[in-house]
């Protein structure tokens, strides 16, 4: 049996209004793809505004 892990970035997006703290799921050309509160996201990478921390996730199996 393999485990699978994966350490993705957690960020701070802002619209600048609005803060939150999202988790990138996928780094893209011109987006990224994130994850917040179960929904995923595209996102221009000029809203990310800095990383605050890393998440390690395990893969189902």
């Known amino acids: 049996m393999a485990l699978s892990l994966y350490n993705y970035n957690i960020v701070r997006v802002t619209d600048g209004k609005k803060i939150v703290n999202c988790t990138i799921i996928k780094m893209c050309f011109d987006y990224a793809v994130i994850k917040y509160e179960g929904t995923q996201y595209k996102v221009p990478y ?12 395990m893969t189902a199996q």
């Open 46 to 57: 000029s809203m990310i505004d800095q990383v605050v921390g890393h998440e390690l996730l």
